[in-house]
């Protein structure tokens, strides 16, 4: 009697209790990674295999350092910022309206290239021709040539010629006064905070203003289009002849002095943008530049000339060097290594063990000193992780804080976790179920077996 309850009890366990080794989930190694790991289980995509990498990433101006040499300016204004981060290196009252200039004229190619093809034939009007100011820039147009899209972004951007913007905002608009609706409906699209324009070139109204940020927030439009970065950088001119004006004698010379070696303020690491001067204005110029895959795009405004000096070029260059200078891009975390490990307790013993790795390197502009020890880490894993786990399927995600710059991408299986066999588990249960049915349809034999004996007995 005493070994069939040793039985049936046995055989109750068996089918009432799963084996430890499968109601278990995931542990880490916690010597695997020293950083912060939180558990949740709606981070776990089971199905999902990352084929491709996905970052995210968010720029927050309090969590950057100040370095202690920032640089001093002479400009009244001054903006300068990486375009693909969005990350901020010097400001410099960035959000107060100030008059543009000809810098104005970015916003004018950004809309014609947004609503022309380069190869348009355009044909300059004598009004074009008339709205000019006596004084202002010209690259000697003629009314009723017929020049392309192309050639007339050129006489703008290149030597700034106030006839061109003119021409172009009438080929798109029709006029200047629906060229200057479309160009502040556009910049509010773009985010720009103050900007109200008037004109397509800059020519002085006390209504026609905007802000370093707003130029900067164009600048970063324009820089999509190749177009656009081939003529900023463009150092000379020359307007092609045509029927009215057959000669090639109408070349000029860049404005930005930056991009032309010949001049006294050459700086090989611009390549344009677009410089602008009036009286209220002053000395302008927005700058682009790209060293060592880091871009950067520097307004300044509402520069002097002092003793020769012009501002606007001297302080362009301090500031783009103060960033290549303290600066560089960092590798903060690299996909090769194995961020952590987890032990998967239903996994076979062959591959028991579960390497989580990132499913791209991730690599931020930061300062110069910046290392491993600057960088804050924050692991996101779900609590239950079960084989089968299949190699690149998405397991948690995993955050990295450098200098302002928050990255996030999902962190992924770095090899193949097999489930271990549920057959032999299975069949232990249906035999103890057959073990646990013989014994009590025997028990309930052998008890009536003994009630009909004793009930022979009595009779």
Same mark, same amino acid.
């Not at 010629?161 to 006064?177: P, T």
């Given at each position: ?10 055989a109750?366990?068996?089918i009432?209790?799963p ?35 996905r ?8 969590e ?13 204004a001054?903006?300068l ?12 009252n ?20 947004e ?6 034939i ?14 202002y ?29 003119y021409?172009l905002?009438?080929h798109v608009?029709?006029?200047v006064?629906?060229?200057?609706a479309?160009?502040?409906k556009?910049?509010?699209e ?8 008037v ?31 081939e ?7 020359t ?26 303020n ?6 344009g943008?677009?410089?602008?001067h ?6 302008c ?5 790209t ?35 303290n ?13 952590t ?23 931020? /502009? $930061?300062? =110069? *000193?910046?290392d ?7 692991? !996101? %894993?779900p609590e ?21 710059m ?5 962190? /992924? $299986?770095? =090899? *193949? ?9 299975? !069949? %232990? ?31």
């Amino acid at each position: 009697m005493k070994n069939r309850l040793l039985i049936l009890t046995l055989a109750l366990c068996l089918i009432f209790s799963p084996l430890i080794s499968y109601a278990t989930g995931a542990g880490y190694n916690p010597d695997a990674y020293s950083g912060e790991i939180t558990f949740s289980d709606s981070l776990y995509e089971n199905d999902e295999i990352a084929e491709e990498p996905r970052v995210t990433f968010e720029y927050i101006k309090n969590e950057q350092q100040t370095p202690e040499n920032t640089p001093v300016i002479g400009c009244k204004a001054a903006y300068l910022a990486d375009p693909v981060s969005g990350k901020i290196f010097y400001e410099k009252n960035a959000h107060e309206k100030m008059y543009p200039a000809s810098t104005t004229k970015i916003l004018t190619a950004l809309l014609v290239l947004e609503n022309c093809d380069a190869d348009d034939i355009v044909t300059v009007s004598q009004h074009a021709i008339d709205l000019k100011p006596v004084g202002y820039s010209s690259a000697n147009l003629k009314a009723g040539e017929k020049l392309s899209v192309y050639t007339l972004l050129q006489a703008m951007l290149i030597p700034s010629a106030n006839e061109a913007a003119y021409a172009l905002a009438e080929h798109v608009s029709g006029s200047v006064e629906s060229f200057a609706a479309l160009s502040n409906k556009r910049a509010k699209e773009l985010g720009c905070e103050s900007l109200h324009f008037v004109n397509p070139n800059g020519v002085h109204d006390d209504n026609h203003y905007c802000s370093a940020y707003d130029l900067y927030l164009i600048a970063r439009e324009c820089r999509k289009y190749d177009v656009f970065n081939e003529i900023v950088n463009t150092r000379q001119f020359t307007v092609p002849a045509t029927d009215i004006y057959p000669r090639n004698d109408r070349t000029y010379a860049n404005t930005n002095e930056l991009i032309l070696p010949l001049s006294g303020n050459y700086y090989p690491r611009c390549n344009g943008i677009k410089t602008g001067h009036t009286t209220p204005a002053g000395e302008c110029l927005v700058s682009s530049s790209t060293e060592d895959n880091l871009n950067l795009i520097c307004v300044v405004l509402g520069g002097r000339i002092t003793g020769g000096v012009n501002e606007r070029f001297s302080d362009t260059k301090k500031l783009i060097d103060f960033v290549y200078d303290n600066y560089s891009r960092k590798l903060i975390a690299d996909k090769s290594k194995p961020l952590t490990e987890i032990n998967i307790e239903n996994a076979v013993k062959d591959t028991p063990m579960l390497n989580v790795v990132l499913q791209t390197d991730i690599v931020t /502009v $930061a300062p =110069n *000193e910046t290392d491993e020890n600057n960088v804050i880490t924050q692991i !996101s %894993l779900p609590e239950n992780l079960k084989a089968p786990i299949h190699e690149n399927q998405v397991v948690g995600t995993v955050t990295y804080r450098a200098d302002g710059m928050i990255y996030k991408t999902n962190l /992924v $299986a770095g =090899n *193949e976790i097999i489930k271990k066999p549920y057959w032999i588990y299975n !069949s %232990l249960i249906s035999l103890a179920a057959i073990l646990v049915i013989i014994m009590i349809l025997s028990t309930v034999r052998k008890s009536k077996i003994r009630k009909a004996k004793r009930a022979r007995r009595a009779g």
